[in-house]
């Protein structure tokens, strides 16, 4: 079996492996130590150098600019209100508007199919008595013709 010595002691087989993980388990924790020291003096170093005013500086802009956004937001939107309400008033108008004109159509239309019925009555009806009249002139003659044959 393998053994070795060290400051005088004598390490055989299982106590070997022991020390041996004993030694490593050490070496990982003293490299792991040292890393996190390493990254907390990084960050102590960042942290040094904050400029925290900057950093307020900055966030009072971005509020700044978020306020004036939401007050031009705010302004488009009762533009858009005002727009929709205008155009409302617009159709409201346009279709009275349009309901009077149908109106006034409608109303021309019946005048003018009672003025065309007026005329073809009486268009009807003259035509009517001077048939009757020619029939009757038509009748004269006949009985004229046919109680004085030679006379025409």
Do not use: C, H
């Not at 155009?87 to 279709?95: K, L, P, S």
């Not at 009806?125 to 038509?138: C, Q």
């Amino acid at each position: 079996m393998a053994e070795f010595e060290v400051a005088g002691m004598t390490f055989k087989g299982g106590k070997m492996a022991v020390v041996l993980t004993a030694l490593s388990t050490l070496g990982g924790a003293s490299w792991a130590t040292f890393e996190f020291y390493k990254d907390y003096m990084d960050m102590k170093e960042i942290v040094q150098n904050i400029d925290v005013n900057q950093i307020e500086s900055r966030n009072a802009i971005i509020e700044t600019k978020l306020d004036e956004a939401i007050d031009y937001t705010r302004d488009i939107k009762s533009g858009l209100k005002d727009d929709i309400l205008r155009i409302e008033r617009q159709t409201d108008r346009v279709e009275a508007k349009v309901r009077t004109s149908e109106e006034n159509v409608r109303d021309m239309i019946d005048k003018a199919s009672e003025r065309f019925e007026t005329k073809r009555d009486a268009l009807t009806s003259d035509t009517s008595r001077e048939i009757k009249e020619l029939e009757a002139r038509l009748e004269n003659k006949l009985q004229r013709a046919l109680d004085n044959p030679l006379s025409d």
